[in-house]
C-alpha cells in the first residue's frame, strides 16, 4: 500500500520567505510526527498529533514554526520568515495508533534556505 | 540526549553477517529498542524493535542481552544495498523517538 508522502521533495527559499510543507501520512494513521534533520545528523523531534490534536510540540525550535492536521488526516508544517539555520531535511512519521506504534517514515522534504 | 552509543561506522564484506552494536545502558524496564536503517537520500526504514526477548524477521535479527543494558542488530547476509546509517533507539516516551547519530555500514564487495 501507499506509504507516507511528502511533498515538495526539495524547496529552495530566500531568508524571509515563509514555507508550508505538506505531510500525507498513510491512510487510518492516528499519529503524526514531524522531525528535523541537520546534515550529518540524526532527525530530531520536532511536534506529534493525534488525530486533529496537537499533543506535543516541545521540540519546534521557535515560535518561527507552526504545525496543523485539521482534519486528522493531512499535516502542513509552516516556517515563517525563514533563516538559513532552518535549512535541513524535514521528516514526517505516522503510526497507527496512539501508544508506542512503530513509526513509518515518508522521504523527507530538503529545505534550502540562502 | 540519546539514551543509546553505537560505533560512529563498520565496514562488512558483501554475503557475510553484519553485526551492529548498541549500548543502552540506563534502558526502564518498559522502554523497547528499536532499529531503524536510513539510506542516503531517503526517510528512515522500520527494522525491528523488541522488548526483552531475541527478535527476528525477514530483514533482521535483534538479540538483546539479559540485562537489557546492550542489543546487537544482525544482518546475516549483507549486501551492497544494505550500505546505510543504522539507528538503535530507545523509545522515551509514548511519542518522540530520540535518534543518535547511529552508525555508518558500509557493505564492501
Known amino acids: 500500500g501507499a506509504g507516507v508522502s511528502q511533498s515538495p521533495r526539495y524547496k529552495v527559499a530566500k531568508r524571509g520567505q515563509d514555507v508550508a510543507l505538506r505531510c500525507d501520512p498513510i491512510?487510518?494513521?492516528?499519529?503524526l510526527f514531524w522531525y528535523q534533520q541537520a546534515l550529518g545528523q540524526g532527525p530530531e523531534f520536532l511536534t506529534y498529533?493525534?488525530?486533529?490534536?496537537?499533543?506535543?510540540k516541545s521540540g519546534l525550535p521557535s515560535d518561527r514554526f507552526f504545525a496543523e492536521r485539521p482534519e486528522g488526516s493531512v499535516s502542513t508544517l509552516k516556517i515563517q520568515r525563514t533563516q538559513q539555520e532552518d535549512s535541513a531535511v524535514y521528516l514526517c512519521?505516522?503510526?497507527?495508533?496512539?501508544?508506542?506504534?512503530?513509526?513509518?517514515f515518508g522521504p523527507g522534504t530538503r529545505l534550502l534556505v540562502l | 540526549d540519546a539514551k543509546t552509543t553505537q560505533p560512529p561506522s563498520m565496514d562488512c564484506a558483501e554475503g557475510r553477517a553484519a553485526n551492529l552494536p548498541c549500548n543502552h545502558s540506563?534502558?526502564?524496564?518498559?522502554?523497547?529498542v528499536y532499529w531503524y536503517r536510513q539510506i542516503h537520500s531517503q526517510g528512515p526504514q522500520y527494522i525491528i524493535h523488541?522488548?526483552?526477548n531475541n527478535e527476528t524477521n525477514e530483514m533482521a535479527s535483534l538479540i538483546i542481552t539479559e540485562d537489557r543494558k546492550s542489543s546487537t542488530l544482525i544482518l546475516p547476509h549483507a549486501t551492497l544495498r544494505d550500505t546505510a546509517v543504522y539507528y538503535c533507539?530507545?523509545?522515551?516516551?509514548?511519542?518522540?523517538?530520540?535518534f543518535g547519530a547511529g552508525t555508518r555500514l558500509t557493505v564492501k564487495p
Open positions: 533507539i530507545v523509545r522515551v516516551g509514548n511519542n518522540d523517538m530520540r
Open positions: 512519521a505516522s503510526s497507527l495508533g496512539a501508544s508506542k506504534e512503530t513509526q513509518y
Open positions: 491512510s487510518g494513521h492516528v499519529s
Open positions: 523488541g522488548l526483552k
Open positions: 540506563t534502558i526502564s524496564g518498559n522502554e523497547y
Open positions: 498529533f493525534q488525530n486533529e490534536a496537537q499533543l506535543d
